[in-house]
């Protein structure tokens, strides 16, 4: 992380929040660590995880009929879209969890949930998770 600094992390919180199984918060934690301004951290790591969660959620809605059935075989992805469809808006308050948390970005696209309420949610929750991380190594 030392070698790759801001970019490092933003794209270790972006990667983190798509395709790789691994936790941006420990990119985080070591970024601060290794001496980045925990400012800084706050703002390249949630740039980079609130970038991906909207790539989750076009790839739901643009790749509606793939996306669909990729969904259904995974075991998370199944529990997800059921949360999306049941609850709503109010699915997107899980997130932040690992593991459920990146499936309910994507079947927020598939159940079409409103963009703009879709990033005032996951936004603002993936910033205070940051922000609270943050505040916890002071």
């Not at 992380?1 to 936790?23: C, E, N, R, V, Y």
């Not at 918060?25 to 790591?45: K, T």
């Not at 499936?103 to 205070?128: D, E, K, Q, Y």
């Amino acid at each position: 992380m030392a070698d790759f600094g801001p970019l490092g992390l933003f794209f270790s919180s972006f990667l983190a929040a798509t395709i790789l199984p691994f936790s941006s918060e420990i990119a985080l934690v070591g970024a601060v660590e290794l001496g980045m301004r925990p400012a800084d951290a706050l703002i390249y790591a949630s740039l980079g995880n609130c970038l991906a969660v909207v790539l989750n959620y076009l790839l739901g809605y643009f790749l509606y009929q793939l996306m669909q059935e990729k969904i259904q075989k995974s075991k998370m992805g199944k529990k997800a879209y059921a949360l999306s469809h049941k609850y709503g808006y109010f699915s997107l308050l899980l997130s932040p969890l690992p593991l459920i948390g990146d499936p309910i970005t994507v079947a927020a696209g598939l159940a079409r949930l409103h963009i703009i309420w879709f990033i005032l949610i996951t936004f603002s929750l993936r910033i205070f998770r940051y922000w609270f991380i943050l505040s916890m190594l002071e």
